[in-house]
């Protein structure tokens, strides 16, 4: 059966359409804390020139931005920050973790650095290197536009599924009783005192202590 | 005033064997105990032209292999503005209420070094109009630049809600 169509018509599946749209127009929120940060502007600037494929148009608003570029070390102090945005991104959206401080903490195996932004937000990419060079970020976009470009639904309903936490592995030697407050990702604060969550005593002491209901 | 000449007015004001010196790379250092520490920062500011207060720091002596019973050290580093003299004040407190008195009265830019000490090594400066934790979160509950706080913390940087994709 032919279908008969006038010459400036083709048709596509919904889906190939919505993959193809957001995977040439990527809009990143530089989520910038470090040493990789100022990689990621080269990778901006006009030698390397993220705009060819889409994706210069930085925005400093999660509201407009589609893609996560973790670039530098997270501290503790951060790291509810950086889920209070990843929440207030819009579907759908993707995560770069850029770097090996990003990806792992990096050489930074210390108490208030993050050892990998993926234990707690999603991560799509990850791009080796302290710091990686531009062309290591581009590869990256680019891998990414591939993934988006075969996985992606029209309706973002890949997502969905995927209720699992993905990272490593979570069966960390931790002593409890030395854990602090959570940060609430919704609102970027801390809970604790008169919060009910943690108690201090004179001088900062803490005398009762919760553990958030994800943890336990 | 050069740090030599503090020094001796030191001496004076605060009687000869409260105070004792040392050298270290032509950097003058003044040890004081802490009950004199308000009258010597004092006159160092008011009489001997030490107008600028460049830092405050602490040290934990715990481990170190001259330790004496003391185990925190806090430095005062002064600056002469005019004259372009230094001095180091140096003053000792110990576990398990260390305090001092707060030098805020005499230098404003006292404020924030006494916040980051109070924040790193959990000694306290009676009198600071707000001594609350500079660096770490306010719910921290341990002092990370004391020697027997484990360098990886102690599980602070796990816990963390975990976001899934489902959650966007
Ligand atoms: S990976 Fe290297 S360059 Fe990047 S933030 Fe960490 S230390 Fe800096």
Known sequence: MAVSLPENVFTAKLDALANWVRTNSLWPMPFATACCGIELMATGASRHDLARFGAEVMRFSPRQCDLMIVAGRVVMKMLPVLQRIWQQMPEPKWCISMGACASTGGVFDTYAVVQGVDRFIPVDMYVPGCPPRPEQLIQAVIDLQEKIRQTGKFFSDEFDKRTQYTGPSQSLPRPLDAVVAPGDYTTATRQWEGTGKVQFGERGVRTSLEIHPARK | ?168
Request: net charge negative; glycine share 6%; with cysteine.
């Open chain 2, 1 to 168: 005033m050069t740090a030599q000449e503090a020094i001796n007015k030191l001496k004076e004001v605060s009687g000869n064997g409260s105070i004792s010196t040392s050298e270290f790379r032509d950097n003058t250092r003044v040890h004081v105990s802490k009950d004199i520490l308000m009258k010597v920062l004092t006159c160092l500011k008011n009489d001997c032209g030490f107008d600028f207060l460049v830092d405050i720091t602490a040290i934990d002596y715990m481990g170190y292999p001259t330790a004496t019973t003391d185990r925190f050290a806090v430095v005062y580093c002064l600056l002469n503005t005019s004259e372009g003299s230094r001095i180091v004040v140096k003053t000792m407190v110990n576990d398990p209420d260390p305090v001092l008195p707060s030098s805020y009265s005499l230098w404003k830019g006292a404020d924030w070094p006494e916040r980051e000490v109070y924040d790193m090594y959990g000694i306290r400066f009676e009198g600071h109009p707000d001594l609350r934790r500079i660096l770490m979160p306010q719910e921290f509950t341990s002092y990370p630049l004391r020697k027997d706080y484990p360098l990886r913390g102690m599980g602070e940087r796990h816990n963390f809600p975990v976001l899934t994709r489902a959650e966007g």
